[in-house]
């Protein structure tokens, strides 16, 4: 017989929700601290503020909530994980930024509090993914993004620990550690999840699974074949320079290889978008837009430009604020009020708003134009980019207030079907 | 045995999750199973499902996928019928 509702299967909000709502707060410190900023390890500093302090919260919220619902993997205790995992990690971040910022040696209790969350969440997940029922795309993309994760922090556990007093190997170590971060864990993570909710909210279709596939690997078999070049350069005696010029060449090539796939991925998705069922204009596919544009200019950007021209500054500013933030911000806004509906309504209440109703859409726009601001501003006069870097996150909050104060609302309610459903 | 057929490939979520949780409540076993048609596998509404005692089959053709809904003690039926 239809036993009605469940009232224990959908995981705490609570949980994806404490990193969602501490994200936006490194962004503000980032637009703060970038007014400031002179010389190269404050930019560095900055720059982690947005990796570690806003994606990496983000990608742990995110994970928590997807991995039960998505792929049918659970966490025993998802409240008390989250706040085990969160209170080192945002002090790891928050100690990361002190040192590298105001020049204070904290280098090593940040090193360590950072692989210590970052490398206990990333291993538990892994092992969970890999014993997950049913193989996917996005749970490749998932397995392949963590374990780039896990190379990302081993080598920048090296850099911040010898940052210092440099080793030879410390330069080659440096381009490895970013291309590791931004393409395997960054962009194979964002790519994942756009494979599930491109279709699922957009009303599209999904994008040919070999296609899928393909891109996966090609970011995945360059990385590869990076570390594989690292790990031969470490093993070998050859004259420094000879070694530097060789691998420079083929790291290029290498990372072409890199821009190729996120250029598929984009062309893709931007036709899935492009051709949708349902044309319904909305703030939050306008973040995917600028996303998405982004990664095609990224993409193209290395190519185009001769090698002597090339600005990392520019391609960090694409890929990074332009590319990832922006999906982000696209995803959190369609994420946040279905969430808060779908908690709401697995504990059986019919009359809440709908997620329409949770998001004010003027304010949405008004967001997007705030962030498409400070991503021209970024690329132009970095520092002119600070205060709106800070209002846009700022405006952020306002945004989601309502969807997560209906959430609580609710959740301090009985239940309609209480004392049914456990009978 | 019917068949309820909701086509939900062009609803944004979380109709779709609506009209199938909303037709659950009007399916009798050994009368009625639910075909969805929709443009992607719904495994959150799958994950919501599974403690009401709900089975499901997918059936993925083309771009589109295949489900159907049914009580436990009609799955032979089902498969039959839907040639899974």
């Known amino acids: 017989m239809f036993k009605g509702v469940s009232l224990d299967q959908a995981p705490p909000f609570e949980a994806p929700l404490l990193f969602f709502l501490t994200a936006p707060l490194f962004a503000i410190l980032a637009g703060a601290a970038l007014t400031e900023a002179l010389f190269f390890q404050q930019h560095i500093a900055i720059l982690h503020l947005f990796s570690l302090g806003f994606m990496l919260n983000i990608m742990f919220g995110a994970l928590l909530q997807m991995l039960p619902v998505v792929i049918g993997v659970k966490f025993q205790n998802p409240k008390r994980m989250a706040w085990w995992v969160y209170i080192p990690l945002n002090t790891g971040i928050a100690l990361f930024f002190i040192s590298l910022y105001f020049d204070i040696a904290l280098y090593h209790p940040a090193a360590l509090l950072l692989l210590l969350s970052i490398g206990s969440f990333a291993l538990l997940t892994l092992y969970k993914l890999f014993n997950a029922p049913s193989n996917t795309p996005t749970l490749w993309a998932f397995r392949l993004s963590l374990i780039s994760l896990l190379i990302a922090l081993a080598m920048g556990v090296f850099l911040l620990t010898t940052l210092k007093n440099p080793p030879e190997i410390f330069g080659f170590v440096l381009p490895m550690h970013a291309l590791f971060a931004a393409f395997g864990w960054i962009a194979l993570l964002i790519i994942g999840v756009s494979y599930q909710v491109i279709p699922m909210f957009y009303v599209t279709t999904e994008i040919d699974r070999r296609v899928q596939y393909m891109v996966i690997w090609l970011i995945s078999g360059a990385l590869t074949l990076l570390l594989l070049a690292l790990i031969t350069l470490m093993a070998t005696d050859e004259n420094i320079v000879v070694t530097f010029i060789l691998s420079a060449t083929f790291g290029f090539i290498l990372f072409l290889l890199l821009n190729f796939a996120l250029f598929v991925y984009a062309v893709m998705t931007l036709l899935r978008l492009y051709n949708r069922k349902r044309s319904i204009k909305e703030p939050s596919l306008g973040f995917w837009y600028v996303g998405l544009f982004a990664a095609l200019a990224a993409s193209i950007y290395p190519a185009a430009m001769p090698f002597n021209h090339f600005s990392d500054n520019i391609y960090a500013v694409l890929f990074g604020y332009g590319f990832a933030i922006s999906i982000i911000y696209g995803m959190l806004y369609k994420i946040i009020p279905f969430l808060s509906w779908f908690h709401i309504s697995s504990r059986g209440f019919f009359d809440m708003p709908n997620m329409k109703e949770m998001v004010d859409e003027r304010l949405l726009y008004l967001h997007l134009g705030l962030h498409l601001l400070s991503f021209a501003l970024l690329i132009l006069y970095p520092k002119a980019a600070a205060p709106f870097i800070i209002a846009e996150n700022i405006l952020f909050y306002i945004n989601i207030k309502k969807a997560v104060k209906i959430y609580f609302e609710y959740k301090a309610k009985k239940s309609p079907f209480e004392g049914f459903s456990r009978q | ?84």
Do not use: W
């Open chain 2, 1 to 84: 045995m019917r068949e309820i057929f909701l086509d939900t490939r062009e609803f944004e979520p979380p109709a779709p999750m609506q009209m199938v949780l909303s037709e659950l409540q009007n399916m009798i076993e050994g009368q009625t199973y639910i075909h969805q048609l929709h443009r992607l596998e719904p495994t959150m509404l799958f994950n919501r499902i599974k403690p009401m005692g709900i089975e499901y089959i997918v059936k993925k053709e083309g771009d589109d996928y295949h489900i159907y809904y049914f009580y436990p003690g009609d799955k032979d039926m089902v498969r039959e019928l839907c040639g899974v």
